[in-house]
């Protein structure tokens, strides 16, 4: 069985933004499950604590620029996975993980940087996987220090690496100076391998350095390929189609399934479904719709407010939608432009439209289950975790056929449209209200939803395989 040391910028329960945090939070442990050794590495953020932690290394030699930052390593054990901490407060000791006040912080690439010489520090001095698996732009830099810093460790040039991309959409790009900042020769500021229309990109460095490189659904590994998706890097990911592929991200239904979720006001499963009738009541009376709205369709969203996600068009729906027979709850925060608008729309229409503005963990749990119909409609979603919980909560989506939606979403269990355009998606959502009021064929809907099984053994298994087939090969 394979050592695997994993790097991400967030893991649940430690920190949430998105699905990442969630994927970082069960992936491991389902490998763990099935005989991998894992460790996940992350930063040390203000709030990140646990009775559990304990302190596993105490100064760490972890040097940047010819200067040793102060870095110490703890660490808890959880479900068989060791979860460890990079420890230097100056860096991530801050209000905000990746921002303060909506404005990055200027010295992020500095920040993951160090996470990543973290990662390649404890290598060499606890111990020496057999593969680096690293998440996103925040991990990209591992493979690029391995293969040029380290060049000269013979132990760490057989360490296979693994980058895998849960966005494109966000790639770590900074001003040319960010090469001399982080330590790299300039002989690798080229359109071959970190530069990147004059500015360095982190996660372009990663996709050239790395032995692997995998998304999380098979539909993004095409889409990412062609010039409508790949944000400028299609033609590289066209080069690295052979060692590219698409796993679909599991979920852990432990967490999601509304049989046992602690956060609902009634429990249901398929059999019984009375207990949804009761947290649709509970969203209805807490935002304070009207009690018609008991008597028709309530659609939902859980979501960051970030242009991938679909806004835009549901901006253009909005006044459509107020003269259908529905109510929406939202729950989301991002982009102050799309939190104004769903303001506006409460303010306009509250009893068709309520919102809750910020981050709620306990209330995306209570939406899954009380909202009839699930809204996600992504310009891209490289896989979509909301739209896999909704199948399970009974709550048909209506999806944009795009990345993991496409792949996690038939007109059985919801539905879904094509074109980016707000005409396609008025019609899906009016399309899911008509059909709601057939009741019976409803029900058969929502059972079909919630017998599909994305649990992480299957997509656990292709990673192994991976990892295996790095191994051998
Ligand atoms: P992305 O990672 O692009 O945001 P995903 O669908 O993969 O999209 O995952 C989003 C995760 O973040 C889900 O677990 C969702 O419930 C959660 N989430 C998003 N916005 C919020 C919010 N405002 N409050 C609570 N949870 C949220
Ligand atoms: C990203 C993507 C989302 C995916 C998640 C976990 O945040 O936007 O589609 O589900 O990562 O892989």
Request: proline share 5%; glycine share 10%.
């Amino acid at each position: 069985m394979a050592k695997i040391l994993m790097v991400a910028s967030e893991v649940a329960p430690f920190v949430k933004t998105g699905g990442l945090a969630d994927v970082m939070g069960s992936l491991p442990a389902a490998l763990a499950r099935a005989g991998e050794t894992v460790t996940v590495l992350m930063p040390r953020y203000r709030g990140v604590n646990g009775a559990d932690f304990r302190r596993v290394r105490e100064d760490l030699p972890v040097w940047l620029n010819g200067f040793r930052h102060r870095v110490n390593i703890d660490g808890c054990d959880r479900e068989g996975v060791a979860y460890r901490f990079v420890d230097a407060p100056w860096f991530y000791d801050r209000e905000g993980i990746y921002s303060s006040g909506g404005k990055d912080w200027g010295d992020n690439h500095i920040r993951y940087a160090i996470l990543c010489l973290a990662a390649l520090a404890m290598a060499q001095e606890l111990e020496m996987p057999d593969v680096f698996h690293v998440h996103d732009w925040q991990g990209a830099l591992l493979p690029v220090y391995q293969r040029s810093w380290f060049a000269g460790d013979a132990r760490l040039q057989q360490v296979k690496t693994l980058l895998t991309i849960h966005n494109l959409g966000y790639q770590g790009r900074f001003g040319a100076a960010a090469m001399g900042e982080l330590g790299l020769d300039q002989k690798l500021f080229h359109a071959g391998a970190l530069e990147y229309y004059g500015d360095v990109n982190l996660l372009k460095g990663g996709l050239v350095m790395s032995d692997w490189l995998t998304t999380v659904s098979p539909r993004y590994a095409q889409e990412i390929q062609t010039a409508e998706y790949g944000f400028g890097l299609e033609g590289l990911l066209r080069e690295r189609a052979g060692s590219l592929t698409g796993i679909l991200n599991g979920v852990d239904y432990r967490e999601w399934d509304p049989a046992t979720d602690h956060y609902l006001p009634a429990n249901y499963t398929p059999e019984d479904l009375r207990g949804k009738r009761e947290c649709k009541r509970y969203l209805v009376e807490y935002f304070g719709l009207p009690p018609e709205a008991m008597e028709r369709p309530l659609l939902g969203i859980v979501s960051r407010f970030a242009e991938q996600k679909g806004f835009d068009l549901i901006e253009q729906i909005a006044g459509a939608l107020a003269d259908e027979p529905m109510s929406l709850v939202v729950l989301g925060s991002g982009n102050p432009h799309w939190e104004q608008m769903f303001r506006n729309l409460t303010n306009w229409r509250p009893d068709k439209f309520a919102n809750w503005i910020g981050f709620s963990n306990e209330m995306a749990h209570r939406i899954e289950a009380g909202a009839d119909i699930f809204l996600m409609p992504s310009r891209y979603e490289p896989c979509g975790l909301n739209q896999i919980y909704s199948l399970k909560y009974g709550t048909p989506p209506v999806v944009r056929a795009t990345g993991g939606l496409d792949d996690t979403i038939d007109g059985e269990t919801g539905f879904k449209f094509w074109e980016y355009h707000p005409e396609a998606l008025l019609q899906g959502v009016r399309y899911a209200i008509e059909r709601w009021y057939d009741r019976d064929s409803w029900q058969g809907r929502m059972r079909r939803g919630m017998a599909k099984d994305f649990s992480w053994d299957r997509s656990a298994g292709d990673y192994q395989r991976l990892y295996r087939q790095l191994l051998e090969g």
